[in-house]
């Protein structure tokens, strides 16, 4: 499960659930589902997810609010959100979507093309973060091991003549 990308689909309906469970389904790809909102924000807090896709409508805590306790938390505030809805086509809607932080507003019924290819992008900018975290902790690691090979001898892993005046100074 280590390597796997997540992905947590939201909505109330089970059978809707299942289909986009479907329509995503491929190799490397753990999705996650969710039947309310509450569940779902559980579900954020221990596991990383590329993305979301996030039913508007739903009983006790519709989408909107989802997204604004995730807009407000540090661990899940960057997480892209794509709402998806089969009512509410309103400019309003759509744009109190935008103004939480959607990525995108997709309408039911889902073409699956469209569906795909955006998942697939955002998949690929998920790698991409984690390929630019990687190589970040690779260079703060050999800056540290630069750092301190700059401070002690080769020969006897003593501290150098600089850094023991640099401690003096701090003293």
């Known amino acids: ?10 909505d109330d309906r089970y ?10 389904e491929q190799p490397g790809l753990n999705i996650v589902k969710a039947t309310s ?18 039913d508007v409508q739903m009983p006790e805590m519709d989408g909107f609010e989802v997204a604004e306790i ?12 794509i709402f998806i809805t089969a009512i509410n086509k309103e400019d309003e809607y759509i744009f109190k979507g935008y103004e939480i932080g959607a990525v995108d507003y997709l309408f039911k019924p889902l073409n699956p093309v469209i569906l795909k290819s955006k998942i697939k992008m955002f998949l690929e900018l998920n790698r991409n973060k984690k390929q630019l975290e ?11 091991q630069l750092k301190e090979i700059s401070i002690r001898d080769g020969l006897t892993n003593l501290y150098n003549h600089k850094h023991l005046h640099d401690i003096l100074n701090r003293e």
Do not use: Y
């Open 134 to 144: 990687e190589s970040r902790e690779k260079i703060e690691l050999q800056n540290r």
């Open 15 to 24: 059978e809707n659930l299942v289909s986009l469970e479907a329509l995503l």
């Open 37 to 54: 909102g509450n569940e779902a924000l559980g579900h954020m807090l221990d596991t990383e997810f590329a993305v979301v896709l996030l």
């Open 70 to 81: 995730m807009r407000t938390s540090e661990r899940t505030k960057f997480i892209p959100i």
């Open 1 to 10: 499960m280590a390597n796997l990308t997540n992905i947590l689909i939201v």
